[in-house]
Each structure stands twice: as structure tokens, then as C-alpha cells.
């Protein structure tokens, strides 16, 4: 891997900011991005585009959208010893939060904080039963007292956020780091968008980021009918099951979301990314998923837009550490550019209007 993509990489998924408070990542994603397009947008909950446009008035409008959000907490409330009460911003499953690093972002200063956890001598006394729950994992950020965390400006509504090394695993093919889930889109698109800068493509071609994501897909929908794109593909992470079952393999390619519970793939659009993967010799693989992306927001909007989620497989998303492949991150970019080159007005009129 080049090294000006492997700080890339590491830049995007170290940069902090849940759903609600993406505005680290898109001051640095504004930044990368302005020089590679013609004109960047932005919407009003802070969704982030950069368009190529075309000579032609009437090519089609192909848009690639990511999500800057990641997981995270809020704080809901303040102890009288000092610890915070959160609420999760986005899925969690609470036996990977305690006991790790965060951030706690107040109004103008960020500070170190602690999830709670519970000592193995206090379970052997039985004091701990039953499965943790979100709302019992406690965030201590040193605070003696409810008084003195006001001291420090914590105030209910501040954001929590992981606190992670993005690290290169020892094969020197897989990558430890939070948030691939989705600083993957948005790396991809940064890297594609300089792939494709002397290129005459046969579109206006719009690339970028949507905000709020993780907590219902609020960002897409201003986005989509703001930039008003004839096809829309998410490019997203997408939990990895492969130490179990066959769902979703490390280093077997790029993923193609042929079905969800919010999204059933448009059958031309999913013959035309088939055929153009298998004659660009890219690796692909099917997947049928149990959670949503921004396909499901984006593809009911305005007069309807064929839309799916393409992307990559990741172990443990939604964590601390996310295990993932830098061959699928590969293939990914490999297919979104071949598809920004090839989609002209004659395939795109076919896969929205062919019988």
C-alpha cells in the first residue's frame, strides 16, 4: 500500500465525531476533497459533496454517497460522584464497551474518559448478574463529584467518542482501527476522485459524505434531493460474520448488497455491476445483510433512484477495533472508479427504464 493512502487511512479513522458532531471530519474532508472536483456543497445537517461536472447538461447525474458518522455516546446525566450516565448513539452491543477509552467533547475542550467495568472480585462476591445494559456502563472521566465535572464544562448533550491507534496487523494484509465503518467511504472516495482527475468521464459524477447515519439515515435524504442524482450507490462496511458462517468473507472482495431489510437491489443495476466487476476482473461478493445503509434513505426519494450499498466485509464493527482487509478495501476502490467510468447515458437510461 502506498504510504500517502496508509496516512490516509490512519488520518480518517483516528478523526472523532459520532452522529450529530461530524464537524472534525468534514472541516478535514472539505479540505481533501475541494481540490479534486469542480464544486463542493453542502446541505443544512452538514452533508459534504464534490461534483465533476459534465459539458453536457443532460448526462447523468451518477452520486456515490458515504456516512462521516461513527458510533458513539451521549451523556444524559451526571452523578453525584462525578460519573456520567450515557445514552448510545448508534448500535452497540454493550459486552464490547466497558473497560476501553473515549473522548468526552464538551462545549470547548475534549477530555480522557473510562468505561466502567466490573472487577472479578466483586463478580466472585456476587454483587453482578445478568448481561450488562448500556444504561448501567458508567463513563468516568476522574471527576469526584457532580460539581466539580460542571467545573470542566461537562453538561448533558456532550458527545462520548472511541479513542483508538489505528494499527497494521502483523501479515501486513489486515488493519486494526475504530470507525471503518464508514471513514471506508470516505477514503475510497478521496482515492477514487484522484484516480479519475484527467479523465473524461460520460457523467457529472458526485462523490462525498452524509451526516447521521448510524441513527436512522437522516443525511441522505437532503442530500439526494439537493444534488438530484440519477443513480446512487452507498458505499458502507458491512459486518463480517466469516469466523462463523459464510456471510461476508475477509480478502474475497469487494461486497455487493443484493438485498437488506430496507433495500431489494433494482435487477439491472445489479446485472450491470456483476458484469462490469467480472470483465474488469475485480472480486466480488454477494451479500445479504440485516441492517440498512443509505440506499434505503436515498432510493425513495424525489421520483424514485435505483440505489444500492456497495463496500467491504469488517470484523467487529461497531467496536473499539475493527478487523478488516486491505485487499477488499482494494477491490472496492477498483470497482467504484470502473463504474463512475462507465456509467453513460444509454446504461443508465436502461437500468431505470429497461424492461
Same mark, same amino acid.
Request: avoid cysteine; hydrophobic fraction near 40%; charged fraction near 20%.
Given at each position: 500500500?502506498?504510504?500517502?493512502?496508509?496516512?490516509?487511512?490512519?488520518?480518517?479513522?483516528?478523526?472523532?465525531?459520532?452522529?450529530?458532531?461530524?464537524?472534525?471530519?468534514?472541516?478535514?474532508?472539505?479540505?481533501?476533497? +475541494?481540490?479534486?472536483?469542480?464544486?463542493?456543497?453542502?446541505?443544512?445537517?452538514?452533508?459534504?459533496?464534490?461534483?465533476?461536472?459534465?459539458?453536457?447538461?443532460?448526462?447523468?447525474?451518477?452520486? %456515490?454517497?458515504?456516512?462521516?458518522?461513527?458510533?458513539?455516546?451521549?451523556?444524559?446525566?451526571?452523578? +453525584?460522584?462525578?460519573?456520567?450516565?450515557?445514552?448510545?448513539?448508534?448500535?452497540?452491543?454493550?459486552?464490547?464497551?466497558?473497560?476501553?477509552?473515549?473522548?468526552?467533547?464538551?462545549?470547548?475542550?475534549?477530555?480522557?474518559?473510562?468505561? +466502567?467495568?466490573?472487577?472479578?472480585?466483586?463478580?466472585?462476591?456476587?454483587?453482578?448478574?445478568?448481561?450488562?445494559?448500556?444504561?448501567?456502563?458508567? %463513563?468516568?472521566?476522574?471527576?469526584? +463529584?457532580?460539581?466539580?465535572?460542571?467545573?470542566?464544562? *461537562?453538561?448533558?448533550?456532550? %458527545?462520548?467518542?472511541?479513542?483508538?491507534?489505528?494499527?497494521? &496487523?502483523?501479515?501486513?494484509?489486515? *488493519?486494526?482501527?475504530?470507525?471503518?465503518?464508514?471513514?471506508?467511504?470516505?477514503?475510497?472516495?478521496?482515492? !477514487? &476522485?484522484?484516480?479519475?482527475?484527467?479523465?473524461?468521464?460520460?457523467?457529472?459524477?458526485?462523490?462525498?459524505?452524509?451526516?447521521?447515519?448510524?441513527?436512522?439515515?437522516?443525511?441522505?435524504?437532503?442530500?439526494?434531493?439537493?444534488?438530484?442524482?440519477?443513480?446512487?450507490?452507498?458505499?458502507?462496511?458491512?459486518? !463480517?460474520?466469516?469466523?462463523?458462517?459464510?456471510?461476508?468473507?475477509?480478502?474475497?472482495?469487494?461486497?455487493?448488497?443484493?438485498?437488506?431489510?430496507?433495500?431489494?437491489?433494482? &435487477?439491472?443495476?445489479?446485472?450491470?455491476?456483476?458484469?462490469?466487476?467480472?470483465?474488469?476482473?475485480?472480486?466480488?461478493?454477494?451479500?445479504?445483510?440485516?441492517?440498512?445503509?443509505?440506499?434505503?434513505?436515498?432510493?425513495?426519494?424525489?421520483?424514485?433512484?435505483?440505489?444500492?450499498?456497495?463496500?467491504?466485509?469488517?470484523?467487529?464493527?461497531?467496536?473499539?477495533?475493527?478487523?478488516?482487509?486491505?485487499?477488499?478495501?482494494?477491490? !472496492?476502490?477498483?470497482?467504484?472508479?470502473? &463504474?463512475?467510468?462507465?456509467?453513460?447515458?444509454?446504461?443508465?437510461?436502461?437500468?431505470?427504464?429497461?424492461?
Amino acid at each position: 500500500m502506498e504510504e500517502k493512502i496508509w496516512n490516509r487511512i490512519v488520518k480518517y479513522t483516528e478523526l472523532q465525531g459520532t452522529s450529530g458532531q461530524e464537524h472534525q471530519i468534514r472541516q478535514a474532508f472539505r479540505e481533501d476533497l +475541494s481540490p479534486l472536483v469542480d464544486e463542493v456543497v453542502q446541505n443544512g445537517l452538514g452533508g459534504l459533496y464534490g461534483i465533476k461536472h459534465n459539458q453536457d447538461a443532460h448526462a447523468p447525474r451518477i452520486m %456515490f454517497g458515504a456516512h462521516m458518522d461513527e458510533v458513539g455516546f451521549v451523556v444524559t446525566q451526571i452523578t +453525584s460522584r462525578g460519573m456520567l450516565v450515557v445514552a448510545p448513539v448508534g448500535g452497540w452491543n454493550p459486552y464490547t464497551v466497558s473497560a476501553e477509552r473515549f473522548t468526552l467533547f464538551t462545549r470547548n475542550n475534549q477530555y480522557p474518559v473510562v468505561s +466502567s467495568s466490573v472487577s472479578p472480585h466483586l463478580l466472585r462476591q456476587g454483587n453482578v448478574s445478568g448481561a450488562p445494559q448500556i444504561q448501567d456502563i458508567l %463513563f468516568d472521566g476522574g471527576f469526584s +463529584s457532580k460539581d466539580e465535572a460542571e467545573s470542566f464544562n *461537562v453538561r448533558p448533550g456532550d %458527545f462520548i467518542v472511541p479513542k483508538v491507534s489505528t494499527t497494521m &496487523l502483523a501479515t501486513g494484509k489486515r *488493519v486494526a482501527s475504530k470507525s471503518w465503518d464508514n471513514r471506508f467511504g470516505l477514503v475510497t472516495i478521496l482515492n !477514487a &476522485l484522484e484516480n479519475l482527475q484527467n479523465e473524461t468521464l460520460p457523467n457529472t459524477l458526485i462523490m462525498g459524505a452524509n451526516t447521521q447515519e448510524e441513527v436512522g439515515l437522516r443525511g441522505v435524504g437532503p442530500a439526494v434531493n439537493q444534488l438530484k442524482p440519477d443513480i446512487f450507490f452507498a458505499l458502507d462496511s458491512s459486518a !463480517a460474520d466469516d469466523t462463523i458462517s459464510a456471510q461476508g468473507q475477509m480478502d474475497q472482495g469487494a461486497l455487493l448488497r443484493v438485498f437488506d431489510p430496507g433495500v431489494i437491489m433494482p &435487477l439491472r443495476l445489479k446485472e450491470f455491476v456483476l458484469d462490469t466487476a467480472f470483465d474488469a476482473h475485480i472480486p466480488l461478493q454477494y451479500f445479504v445483510a440485516k441492517g440498512g445503509t443509505d440506499a434505503h434513505g436515498a432510493q425513495s426519494q424525489n421520483n424514485g433512484i435505483p440505489s444500492v450499498a456497495l463496500g467491504v466485509a469488517s470484523r467487529y464493527i461497531h467496536t473499539h477495533q475493527t478487523v478488516w482487509s486491505i485487499a477488499d478495501f482494494q477491490a !472496492a476502490q477498483a470497482l467504484v472508479e470502473t &463504474l463512475a467510468q462507465k456509467l453513460d447515458a444509454s446504461i443508465v437510461n436502461d437500468i431505470i427504464y429497461g424492461d
